[in-house]
């Protein structure tokens, strides 16, 4: 079993829906949580940030962790063309300076005009 | 500027040959990553380096090698390369001011090695 599992999909959804990508996870030592974003042939860039467990919002993008499910949780409101990329789950264990990041295998998102 | 560049950004050669990716950063920061994306898109970290120090070391065959000259430079130098070694090859780096920062990895825009 793989340590961060995540539907690689892809999601088609229509321009203005709210879209759910969501990550699972086994190790319950994991605190941090990312969201990184990443367009056709470039690299990840981060979106979203979270530590422990709760909410975080910023515009359109909700972050949410459940570290008692170990489930996290993206939420895109109004979804729009340009949102379409994958989209990939990291999280890690501790803010040493030698933290790994685990991946997850990332959900390719198609948003439609 | 670009905050993490890598080259080349195409990488096409035959199996057996000796090649090498560079890396650098311009951000300040102490800790460099490689990371290794598959077809699938899954990435799994490689190498990690603080201030030239090799610090994570995942699995990885012996042919590869990074090399960190200073702490702005990651190198990975792959020996006699093989098919399955075909992918997208990531840079990333990592600050340490805040916890924030110590948990932001930046990436580039990867090297895609192609092995013929």
């Known amino acids: 079993q793989k340590e961060v599992e995540q539907d690689p999909g892809p999601l088609s959804v229509p321009e203005g829906a709210i879209v759910s990508l969501n990550c699972t996870y086994s190790?319950?030592?994991?605190?941090?949580f990312m969201w990184y974003r990443q367009y056709s042939r470039k690299g990840p860039e981060l979106l979203m940030y979270t530590y422990s467990s709760g909410n975080k919002e910023d515009g359109r993008f909700t972050a949410q962790v459940d570290k008692s499910s170990k489930y996290i949780s993206l939420f895109i409101r109004d979804s729009q063309p340009s949102d379409s990329a994958t989209y990939l789950c990291?999280?890690?264990?501790?803010?040493?300076?030698?933290?790994?990041?685990?991946f997850g295998a990332g959900t390719i998102l198609r948003v439609k005009s | 500027d670009t905050a993490v560049s890598q080259t080349p950004k195409y990488l096409v050669t035959q199996m057996g040959n000796d090649k090498s990716i560079k890396c650098e950063q311009n951000?300040?920061?102490?800790?460099m990553y490689w990371y290794k994306q598959d077809s699938k898109k899954f990435l799994k970290i490689m190498f990690s380096y603080n201030n030239k120090e090799l610090i994570i070391n995942e699995t990885v065959p012996n042919r590869f090698s990074p090399k960190s000259p200073d702490k702005a430079h990651l190198n990975l130098h792959i020996n006699s390369l093989e098919l399955g070694d075909s992918a997208v090859y990531f840079c990333?780096?990592?600050?340490?001011?805040?916890?924030?920062?110590?948990?932001?990895?930046?990436f580039g825009a990867g090297t895609r090695l192609s092995v013929l």
């Open positions: 190790n319950s030592a994991f605190q941090y």
């Open positions: 990291a999280m890690s264990r501790v803010l040493e300076y030698g933290n790994k990041l685990v």
């Open positions: 951000l300040g920061h102490d800790t």
């Open positions: 990333a780096s990592k600050g340490t001011g805040g916890v924030l920062a110590k948990n932001i990895q930046y």
